[in-house]
């Protein structure tokens, strides 16, 4: 596991720096304002993910045959 972190490390913060690369003014990209279709595509991405969380606990907890069960004392 711990031989895992190091390169997902990596990846994450290569990949955040690459998503705000476009913003800098000194950036090539910068002159093709496609900082606001970001911002707009982080958005979406954000709320998706809320949307996803929100139906998973709309669901109700799963138990061992991955069948949605009522949410009671057990579960708590």
Same mark, same amino acid.
Do not use: C, K, N
């Given at each position: 596991?711990?031989? !895992?972190? /190091?390169? #997902? *490390?990596?990846? !994450? !913060?290569?990949?955040?720096?690459?998503?705000?690369?476009? *913003?800098?003014?000194?950036?090539? *990209?910068?002159?093709?304002? #496609?900082?606001? *279709?970001?911002?707009?595509?982080?958005?979406? $991405?954000? +709320?998706? $993910? +809320? @949307? @996803?969380? /929100? +139906?998973?606990?709309?669901?109700?907890?799963?138990?061992?045959?991955?069948?949605?069960?009522? #949410?009671?004392?057990?579960?708590?």
């Amino acid at each position: 596991m711990t031989g !895992v972190v /190091g390169p #997902v *490390l990596s990846v !994450v !913060v290569f990949t955040a720096a690459g998503a705000f690369r476009p *913003l800098i003014p000194r950036s090539p *990209l910068h002159p093709l304002h #496609v900082g606001g *279709l970001l911002e707009r595509a982080d958005f979406a $991405w954000h +709320y998706a $993910w +809320y @949307a @996803a969380f /929100g +139906y998973r606990l709309f669901r109700g907890p799963l138990d061992a045959a991955d069948q949605v069960g009522p #949410v009671g004392p057990r579960h708590a």
